[in-house]
């Protein structure tokens, strides 16, 4: 069973307290914020990732972050998990630096979690849309909407979220196979002192 230390449910509290960082200090946020200029300060495409532009984005997140993170977190285990958040929503402000003067959120880093989990788990059911649904189905919605947002004028970043859940679905493939090798080369382990004991009372 992996190890689950909750970081998804730490990361949702971290998004919380610089959020009211945010709110106390504009500086603040305009020093992790990612825009054309990050090109020179390559560590935004980190630091992006937990400022949030309102209360209800925030939220959003937070909700989206606890439900689907611990799923995928009991899965994996935290630290791939932890890998999935950053590497995902670091993959995706990469790319929606090529299309937005600026960016910030979780968004993307957690339809990486969402992508990584609709291949890991895909008949998984999950509540999302207010109604119950296997976890491929939560997907492909999210994928609908966003790429129809893309079409759309709103302060969203579709294309952000869409990249986030492209690289969860490559990172998911990779970890579903490797989950599916280790359950193929598992063997059951016999203590020898038990062995023993076998073959003294059925082999003498």
Not at 80 to 96: D, Q
């Amino acid at each position: 069973m992996p190890e689950v230390k909750f970081y998804s449910v730490f990361i949702a509290i971290l998004l919380v307290v610089i959020f009211a960082i945010q709110l106390i200090s504009p500086a603040f946020e305009q020093a992790l914020i990612l825009n054309q200029s990050s090109i020179y300060q390559p560590w935004k495409f980190l630091t992006a990732i937990f400022l949030h532009g309102s209360l209800s984005h925030l939220l959003l997140n937070m909700f989206a972050l606890i439900l689907f993170g611990l799923m995928l977190e009991k899965l994996i285990g935290s630290n791939k998990f932890l890998l999935v958040f950053i590497i995902t929503g670091i993959l995706a402000n990469i790319v929606s630096f090529n299309f937005y003067p600026s960016s910030l959120g979780a968004s993307g880093a957690i339809m990486g979690v969402i992508g990584a989990l609709a291949i890991i788990r895909p008949m998984m059911t999950v509540w999302a849309f207010g109604m119950i649904m296997p976890m491929f189905i939560a997907a492909i919605i999210y994928i609908v909407i966003d790429s129809i947002g893309i079409f759309i004028p709103d302060n969203i970043g579709h294309i952000a979220h869409l990249s986030g859940i492209f690289f969860g679905v490559i990172i998911g493939i990779y970890l579903r196979s490797k989950i599916q090798k280790e359950k193929r080369t598992h063997k059951i382990k016999v203590p020898e002192h038990i062995m023993r004991k076998w073959e003294a009372i059925y082999m003498d």
